[in-house]
């Protein structure tokens, strides 16, 4: 999925007609195929338009969990597609693009996270669902940036807690709870790139606005921040919010909700430290809408997972889901 400076990997171009109007063949096909799209919000907006259902990966999760379709098209990455089979083994669960990975879960290999464990015999293990599904299956429970402060809390506080992959999470978790946690060094190539020092500029030449920012940020930042919180908690505070200006320490495809909710809104992404002006996940923008009518067409690429596995992993996804 990734290539030796850790980006994804381009595979090569579907076969697509280019005459024809996607938007018109997608819709089709859904009908066809009796599918469901889900995207994720840091796809891009031409696709989360598309999508008859747009969250954040616990969303997404649980509408993964319920939903009757045949097909689900999942617009996102490798991993959440593997969750969404994880829950529902019986349907065709197919991925645009194969190569939408994940830095935090390309970060944590099985083979060095199962030895890393070794450590840790008697502690819980808490597992961020930006893993893979064979992390997945060495975990107890799995929690989302939406609910991972009540997936620690609900943990009993005589039981020692590792916590992976994202150690930025993690820290931010600590805080939250006041729960001491084993971090795996992990980190997210988007996240990562905030930094104090631009935030602060920003903010002084927009005095009036609030920073937000999601907890995979490191804590130079979040200690910046005016809220934090998960891509769902971000976009409904803006939309709730009674401030006009808007600082978004995250993933740049969310504005496209921001701005959807809050037209009257000054929405402005934190620049990261990487020489760009726009904090874009090249995983997530793997995925098109032509590969999305491809892969409808073809029903191919397809998720597939061992059975035994599949079982495995599918045990504490549930306990996550259980909590709400």
């Not at 008697?122 to 064979?134: C, E, G, P, Q």
């Not at 107890?140 to 991972?148: E, V």
């Not at 020692?160 to 978790?173: C, G, Q, S, T, Y």
């Not at 620049?271 to 009518?293: I, Q, V, W």
């Amino acid at each position: 999925m990734t290539d030796i400076a850790g980006m994804p990997t381009i595979s090569p171009r579907p076969v697509v007609d280019p005459s024809l109007d996607l938007e018109e063949e997608i819709a089709k096909l859904k009908k066809e195929r009796n599918a469901v799209i889900l995207a994720h919000y840091y796809q891009d907006s031409e696709v989360q338009d598309l999508a008859d259902y747009v969250g954040d990966s616990l969303g997404l999760s649980q509408q993964a969990a319920k939903t009757d379709a045949d097909v689900i098209a999942f617009c996102g990455v490798h991993f959440m597609a593997e969750t969404a089979k994880i829950l529902n083994p019986e349907k065709k669960v197919i991925l645009p693009d194969l190569d939408a990975g994940c830095s935090l879960a390309d970060r944590c290999p099985p083979d060095l996270f199962g030895k890393w464990l070794e450590q840790y015999p008697d502690h819980v293990v808490v597992s961020y669902i930006n893993t893979s599904a064979a992390i997945k299956a060495m975990s107890d429970i799995i929690c989302t940036s939406s609910n991972a402060a009540r997936v620690v809390a609900s943990i009993p506080e005589d039981k020692k807690i590792v916590f992976a992959p994202d150690r930025h999470l993690a820290r931010w978790v600590e805080k939250e709870t006041g729960r001491e946690l084993v971090k795996w060094p992990g980190f997210c190539v988007v996240h990562e790139q905030f930094t104090a020092r631009k935030l602060i500029k920003l903010k002084a030449a927009n005095p009036g606005a609030e920073i937000i920012a999601h907890p995979e940020c490191e804590d130079a930042v979040l200690v910046l921040a005016d809220f934090i919180g998960s891509t769902t908690g971000l976009i409904n505070h803006v939309k709730n919010s009674p401030k006009k200006t808007f600082i978004v320490a995250t993933e740049m495809g969310v504005m496209h909700s921001m701005h959807r909710d809050r037209p009257d809104a000054t929405i402005i992404g934190a620049p990261p430290d990487s020489g760009c002006e726009c904090a874009a996940c090249p995983y997530m923008r793997l995925n098109t809408l032509e590969k999305l009518y491809a892969a409808l067409r073809d029903l191919s690429p397809e998720i597939t997972l061992d059975e035994e596995l599949r079982k495995a992993a599918l045990k504490p996804v549930e306990r996550m889901l259980a909590l709400g």
